[in-house]
């Protein structure tokens, strides 16, 4: 689901005690004997990006989850998108398996799967019902049962009726008396639809941004209850070498990184085909791209040295390119939001 759980995994999987995750959480027993350590300014920040970004991972699919439901579908997603995404997270909990990580990353592992398959699920089964043809009674039923409306609609039709043979024996002046007042009309309609579309797009951005002030500050207060009780310390500089099963895990850890990389091109696609991005969750998005970019933070943060950083150069450029795709997606929130109310007015 993101690099940065492909990092921590290969953490272990790999054999290095250089990770891209700049921490490594102790037992409660170590933690109980060592207490806190003393940590530098660049070590303290490395920690606090890495548990952000963290946070972002655990907390990214609830938006879209939330969206689907809202609206009763799920026909804006790509679900190719989303298969690709779940190998990815597949790959990383086997090459965990393989590697024997201690429990606390399989069970990370096994969360990012089951959050997968929650949305695929949810989004097959949105697809399967609304796919379903309505039963031929219920649509005879909705046709002959009038709903509380009718009576409002049918004396709005005799009124309509009734003003049309008015209008045809009226007189020039107060037929352009009626078509003007009908245009005002319109036109406070569409003043009072802007108005209402800008005051939702503010109170959107309004939620979205509190929501990234409460990942940064779950995230700083977990990884600061952490460190405090000693359960957190930086991970060391050193390179070992790995056995035959890391190498297995490193192979796993760089098919994953091409199956987050390439995950986002379909739904890329399907937004540029549809011209819109109604049903997507933008918060979805923003996670993931502060996700990315706190973890690839979290690295530099850590440490620059040149070994350190071509180790971790493979999971730089993963991260670099999904926040690229990430920010084609946002372009796409852009324009795509600006055309849709003029070919409705088209329309």
């Not at 569409?190 to 941004?209: C, H, M, P, Q, R």
């Not at 990942?215 to 056995?243: D, K, R, V, Y």
């Not at 450029?317 to 600006?338: H, K, N, W």
Request: aromatic share 12%.
């Amino acid at each position: 689901m993101s690099w940065l759980k492909k990092r921590i995994m290969n953490y272990s999987i790999v054999s290095l005690k250089s990770s891209s995750f700049p921490g490594r959480y102790r037992s409660n027993m170590e933690s109980m004997e060592q207490g806190p350590i003393s940590l530098t300014a660049r070590e303290a920040a490395s920690g606090l990006l890495g548990s952000v970004s963290m946070t972002c991972w655990f907390f990214l699919l609830v938006p879209q989850l939330i969206e689907n439901y809202r609206n009763g579908n799920s026909e804006a997603i790509s679900l190719l998108f989303l298969f690709v995404w779940f190998i990815g997270d597949a790959a990383n909990l086997a090459g965990g398996l393989l590697s024997g990580l201690v429990p606390v990353i399989v069970a990370i592992a096994v969360y990012f799967c089951i959050a997968d398959g929650v949305l695929i699920a949810q989004c097959v089964y949105y697809k399967v019902r609304n796919s379903r043809p309505e039963p031929f009674h219920r649509r005879r039923s909705s046709t002959e049962t009038p709903d509380p409306t009718t009576p409002l609609l049918g004396r709005r039709f005799s009124d309509s009726l009734a003003s049309s043979e008015s209008r045809r024996r009226s007189s020039g002046s107060l037929r352009r008396y009626h078509t003007s007042g009908r245009r005002e009309s319109e036109v406070e309609d569409t003043l009072a639809k802007i108005v209402e579309e800008n005051d939702y797009g503010s109170k959107a951005w309004v939620k979205n941004f509190a929501s990234v002030v409460g990942i940064f500050f779950i995230g700083m207060a977990g990884w600061t209850m952490a460190w405090q009780t000693g359960m957190w310390e930086p991970a060391p500089l050193e390179n070992n070498n790995g056995s035959d099963k890391a190498i297995g895990g490193l192979v796993l850890g760089y098919f994953s990184a091409v199956c987050y990389l390439g995950a986002r091109l379909p739904q890329i696609y399907k937004n540029y085909c549809q011209k819109s991005c109604e049903g997507l969750s933008l918060l979805f998005f923003i996670l993931s791209l502060l996700g990315n970019l706190t973890y690839g933070a979290g690295i530099l943060c850590h440490s620059t040295e040149k070994e350190y950083f071509l180790t971790n150069l493979p999971w730089l450029i993963g991260s670099l390119g999904t926040m690229v795709e990430d920010a084609a997606i946002f372009f796409q929130f852009r324009i795509y939001a600006v055309q849709e109310p003029r070919l409705s007015a088209i329309s």
